[in-house]
DNA sequence: GAAGATTGATGGTTCAATCTTG
DNA sequence: CAAGATTGAACCATCAATCTTC
């Protein structure tokens, strides 16, 4: 086992541990105090960002690192509860926009802000502004290439 | 919204993409090759380092980042085929100890160099060896702390 | 036939409740 | 009553199959 290799083996380790560690913390942050859990929240970050805050399904999908059959399940949840709808597309009709509502731009919005502060705060706690730029840097890196939940 | 948040805030998501790339991607490799998850993989490993290869269930599942029930349900599956067993303690009846079988350590050995080497080449094919010191340095301190999964 | 979307069945994980033992 | 372990219900995600439309 060269050194190199026992590198690698700690950087995987430390990847599985530090994700656990972080989307517990956030997760349970986020469905305490508005219910939504960090699919969720990115669900509605990408459709605010989108044109007409509509996004076909499948793009979501990329976004998101979900199959299409995840999205349509994480979008069944935000349909139901009001913050997310549906628009049909005139030129193609197999397609299906997910589209933000109000209600989901007004939930966005007000959990934004604390969401934002839990992971400044999450990740400040441990790294000088530096090494943040490094990490991001980094991860950035290792995230790239076919990522897609449908890419095997 | 400042740099620094900024910067979190791509931290974050760069940790969420690259987990879900590399999870994806080590653990299609070991289910094809040796029909075992990563958690799978990760318990074998964790039993043959203990002495007598045995662990209490409540310690495993601290090392695996698990819930108690998380570890007997995996530990269902490895017991089911007969990697793993049983094993009572003397001196205290509430414990059952997790013992690796002969057929689990030869599992584990046969799993490894594989699963090592797919570590390896999928990290080295994306950092320096500075880089990977780096990145396996920062992700630790990020992961540390109460990060089990009975923590909350 | 391929692409977008959905559905049924399945696997893995958690939470809450329970059982047993200390 | 606390600790170790397990069980039932629920949740979230996947895969494989299907439906519709291009």
């Known amino acids: 086992l060269t050194p190199q290799a026992s590198r690698a083996v700690e950087a995987f380790v430390g990847l599985l541990r530090a994700h656990s560690r972080v989307t517990r913390e956030l997760n349970g942050q986020l ?33 998101l690192l979900l199959t299409p059959s995840g999205v349509t399940r994480l979008l069944d949840g935000l349909e139901r509860t009001g ?23 007004a939930k966005l919005e007000q959990a934004s802000c604390s969401h934002l502060a839990g992971i400044g705060s999450l990740l400040q706690e441990h790294f000088s502004p530096d090494e943040l ?15 897609g939940a449908g890419s095997a």
């Open 83 to 105: 913050l997310v709808g549906k628009g049909s597309c005139p030129s193609d009709a197999r397609v299906t926009y997910a589209v933000l509502t109000e209600a989901g731009r």
């Open 31 to 63: 469905v305490a105090e508005h219910g939504l859990t960090i699919n969720d929240f990115e669900a509605l970050f990408h459709l605010a960002q989108a044109e007409q805050c509509g996004m076909r399904r499948v793009d979501l999908a990329e976004r």
């Open 133 to 147: 730029t490094t990490l991001a840097e980094l991860l950035g890196r290792l995230g790239e290439g076919e990522a």
